[in-house]
């Protein structure tokens, strides 16, 4: 049944002003009687979801009358709280005079001509079985004005304008009959200002449906510690058409989780276990559920910190004898990036420890490998044992490639789900940084601020020298790679040069890009393969690409790590590194050269200007190669990702180097490039007149023209095999016939036709003084008969 219509008069003596502005009078002349209901329910003065019942039905909370905005007119701006018109059914209080306005001896409420400049909002309490509701406004409503009356609850809304002078009348009975909703009226001026002497709200309640009992939704709830690993808890009362299905919640131990009352939110503060009770409006029926907090770094998988299980050799002793001596190079590519602004993963760490952060995306509508099972593969592709994989994972192959002398540990988060399909992330741009932006920076920024907020860590573990960048950030990506697209959806690394400013420290710097489907591309089987995501971490450490971005077979012949991505590393990169000890050579000398896979043994002949006593200059770099280590498994068969073979037999690889270090100075735009032996960095700044200027030192020469600095000779190349068959390399690349095997000999003046750019000098423009001879070959060294001219 229905109960009667309460009526509820904001009179015009409810506004009256004293003449001398004091302050305005109680409703003492209202009609009392109006505000109260029927059947003995008198209406409850607090406006909190408490209910009352009697034998006569269900008394609902008081509603309010207020002004949600900063001006009641053009010029007159509300000097008290939003809670500024308030009722209790009997009184009107909290009315300043100034904000009422008195014509022709009358007083008015005045609504600016958008509800912007004023309005009046009409709340009715909370959960009501509303059936009617109605609003009787009078005033003046100047021609062409009209006042718009907006009706909200249960997600309708419903605007009826009232045009009239004098009088305007709304009424609005669309709710479902007891269905509890949050009846709203809001009365805006349209056009010009309105001025009303009073507004008279009515509604019906219809008899609630009572609840006869109340469940949590959710079981078995774990929540992990901090504000970002919070989940909302939701519960279903019973029947499903009560009246009044909102809860309130509460938490018994708040020093666990705490939960929002009204939110459902609830949010784990420390590992431990706690109770919440969700309470249904009546206050009679409640539901328990147990919550446990968790440490959220529990789900991280972390590397292991024992490398005895992935095997290799150690380093072989240093060596010295008549006109020899082992080396090692004065700078490392740690400190040659660093010198042109990038922050690179240390390949030499003091301690022998590197870290990397692996966080596999998943991009949104990319959902089938997404999974925990692909995540458990990109962790046994990055940090698993040999035997996880179908030949090495990334660490594992590290840690032989140095000789046992890097440690490479890190952890793989949970999934991040980027907010963007494949689509969306394409059109993301930056006007700033123009083409040297990539949607990727943007993913990276943003996966590292949700791994540190799910993680509740600053990811300064993840900073092992301390320098304010992370050491490296791999993000595996959960769709397939794209060769019609290879700047987004392909293997690459990069430097985020947009976040060098971030005030949040470690800030990303250095990170590579793959899909996860690089780690399908191995030698068949359910193993992983490390091919790739090996090659794109040797970019991290600072190495160069040694294939040609030009077209054609590369200078090396396919045959490297940083080539075709397969074998292991060559002896320039490793010697680069800070790995290695060349021995170099100052004169005739005879030297047994033993393997480099197995001992890390190289030999360093100077030009003509001898050496500079670092990895950056130019030189020749001989190396024993043997089909063992991690040369082993391409070298037996073809590795299946890209169909590339290593050397199947023993012989010497002489490599011609040409990593001089440049500067170059820039100054609102890049000028030349030299040549020079130090490393000198200026940061960037303003001169006084405003340009930006800076100095940079790098590597000068690369393998691919297209990449050649402005002043350089082009046709310099990085790093360069030259075959022992003197035969330019084809478009298969190096085979067997590169190795310099017993019986064979290097000179300039029989090889520098097909492999220096000068012919007979080297790119120094000094003459090579020295030839070499090879003999007395073993499965594990081969003696090397140096001439100095």
């Given at each position: 049944m229905k109960k009667a219509i309460s009526i509820l008069t904001l009179s015009a003596a409810v506004f009256a002003l004293s003449a001398c502005g004091a302050t305005p009078l109680p409703s003492a002349t209202s009609d009392t009687s109006s505000a109260t209901t029927s059947s003995g329910e008198s209406s409850s003065e607090s406006s909190s979801e408490s209910s009352s019942e009697s034998s006569s039905g269900y008394s609902g909370p008081s509603f309010t009358i207020k002004f949600t905005s900063v001006g009641l007119s053009t010029s007159k701006a509300i000097a008290s709280s939003d809670a500024f018109y308030s009722t209790d059914s009997t009184y009107v209080t909290g009315i300043d005079p100034t904000d009422c306005h008195a014509i022709y001896g009358k007083s008015f409420i005045s609504l600016g001509a958008s509800d912007i400049m004023g309005s009046i909002v009409i709340n009715l309490g909370s959960n009501l079985a509303c059936t009617y509701f109605s609003a009787n406004a009078m005033g003046i409503i100047d021609s062409g004005a009209s006042l718009n009356v907006t009706s909200k609850a249960a997600g309708?809304?419903?605007?009826?304008?009232?045009?009239?002078?004098?009088?305007?009348?709304?009424?609005?009975d669309a709710f479902a009959n007891n269905t509890a909703v949050t009846p709203q009226i809001v009365l805006s001026s349209v056009g010009k200002v309105t001025r009303l002497a009073s507004v008279t709200i009515g509604y019906t309640f219809g008899t609630p449906i009572d609840a006869t009992g109340i469940s949590i939704d959710q079981s078995d709830i774990k929540v992990g510690v901090g504000a970002y690993n919070t989940m909302t808890l939701s519960a279903t009362v019973t029947p499903s058409n009560a009246s009044y299905q909102s809860v309130t919640w509460t938490s018994s131990d708040a020093s666990i989780a705490t939960i929002g009352a009204s939110t459902g939110v609830l949010t784990g503060v420390k590992v431990g276990t706690t109770s919440v009770t969700a309470t249904d409006y009546s206050g009679k029926w409640t539901a328990k559920a147990d919550v446990t907090v968790y440490n959220p770094t529990e789900n991280l998988m972390y590397s292991p910190t024992d490398f005895s299980d992935f095997g290799g050799?150690?380093?072989?002793?240093?060596?010295?004898?008549?006109?020899?001596?082992?080396?090692?190079?004065?700078?490392?590519?740690?400190?040659?990036?660093?010198?042109?602004?990038?922050?690179?993963?240390?390949?030499?760490?003091?301690?022998?420890?590197?870290?990397?952060?692996?966080?596999?995306?998943?991009?949104q509508g990319e959902d089938t490998h997404a999974t925990a099972d692909v995540r458990t593969n990109i962790y046994k592709t990055f940090f698993g044992k040999p035997s996880e994989t179908g030949w090495e994972s990334v660490s594992s192959f590290y840690y032989k490639s140095s000789y046992q002398q890097l440690k490479l540990e890190g952890a793989v988060t949970e999934w991040y789900d980027l907010p963007y399909t494949k689509a969306e992330l394409a059109l993301l741009s930056d006007s700033e940084w123009g083409k040297t932006y990539s949607p990727t920076w943007t993913v990276l920024e943003e996966a590292v601020k949700w791994a540190r907020n799910r993680?509740?860590?600053?990811?300064?573990?993840?900073?092992?020298?301390?320098?304010?960048?992370?050491?490296?950030?791999?993000?595996?990506?959960?769709?397939?790679?794209?060769?019609t697209n290879t700047n987004?959806?392909?293997?690459?690394?990069?430097?985020?040069?947009?976040?060098?400013?971030?005030?949040?420290?470690?800030?990303?710097?250095?990170?590579?890009?793959?899909?996860?489907?690089?780690?399908?591309?191995?030698?068949?089987?359910?193993?992983?393969?490390?091919?790739?995501?090996?090659?794109?971490?040797?970019?991290?450490?600072?190495?160069?690409?040694?294939?040609?971005?030009?077209?054609?077979?590369?200078?090396?012949?396919?045959?490297?790590?940083m080539d075709y991505n397969i074998i292991d590393h060559d002896v320039f990169s490793k010697f680069a590194y800070g790995w290695i000890k060349p021995m170099v050579v100052?004169?005739?000398?005879?030297?047994?050269?033993?393997?480099?896979?197995?001992?890390?043994?190289?030999?360093?002949?100077?030009?003509?200007?001898?050496?500079?006593?670092?990895?950056?200059?130019?030189?020749?770099?001989?190396?024993?190669?043997?089909?063992?280590?991690?040369n082993q498994q391409d070298s037996e068969k073809k590795y299946a990702g890209n169909n590339k073979q290593g050397f199947t037999e023993r012989g010497v690889r002489i490599f011609h180097v040409d990593a001089r270090l440049v500067t170059a100075d820039y100054s609102g735009g890049w000028g030349s490039y030299s040549y020079t032996d130090t490393i000198k960095f200026v940061e960037p700044y303003k001169d006084a007149s405003g340009v930006t200027k800076a100095t940079y030192t790098m590597v000068g020469a690369s393998n691919s023209i297209s990449r050649s600095k402005t002043g350089l000779n082009s046709s310099f190349k990085l790093i360069s095999l030259i075959p022992a068959d003197n035969v330019l390399l084809t478009k298969n690349g190096a085979t067997n016939d590169a190795l310099f095997q017993d019986g064979d000999s290097f000179s300039v003046s029989k090889y520098g036709a097909n492999f220096l750019a000068n012919v007979n000098?080297?790119?120094?423009?000094?003459?090579?003084?020295?030839?070499?001879?090879?003999?007395?070959?073993t499965t594990s060294s081969i003696k090397v008969t140096v001439t100095k001219a």
């Open positions: 309708v809304n419903k605007t009826q304008a009232m045009a009239s002078k004098t009088e305007a009348t709304y009424t609005y050799n150690t380093k072989a002793a240093d060596r010295e004898g008549t006109n020899y001596k082992s080396t090692a190079s004065t700078y490392n590519y740690t400190q040659v990036e660093a010198a042109s602004q990038t922050d690179v993963l240390q390949a030499s760490p003091d301690g022998g420890v590197s870290k990397i952060l692996v966080i596999p995306v998943h991009v993680y509740n860590s600053d990811l300064t573990e993840f900073d092992m020298n301390k320098d304010g960048y992370l050491d490296g950030v791999w993000m595996v990506y959960s769709c397939d790679y794209d060769t987004l959806w392909w293997a690459f690394t990069f430097n985020d040069y947009r976040t060098n400013d971030s005030t949040t420290l470690p800030t990303p710097s250095k990170y590579c890009w793959a899909s996860y489907n690089f780690m399908n591309e191995g030698y068949g089987g359910s193993l992983v393969d490390a091919h790739t995501y090996i090659h794109e971490t040797g970019h991290m450490m600072g190495l160069d690409d040694y294939y040609t971005y030009d077209g054609g077979i590369g200078p090396i012949g396919g045959i490297d790590m100052s004169g005739s000398c005879e030297i047994t050269l033993n393997s480099a896979a197995e001992t890390g043994e190289s030999i360093l002949i100077p030009t003509g200007d001898s050496w500079n006593g670092t990895a950056f200059d130019e030189y020749l770099l001989l190396e024993y190669y043997t089909p063992t280590v991690l000098t080297m790119d120094d423009g000094t003459t090579e003084p020295y030839s070499l001879a090879f003999s007395d070959s």
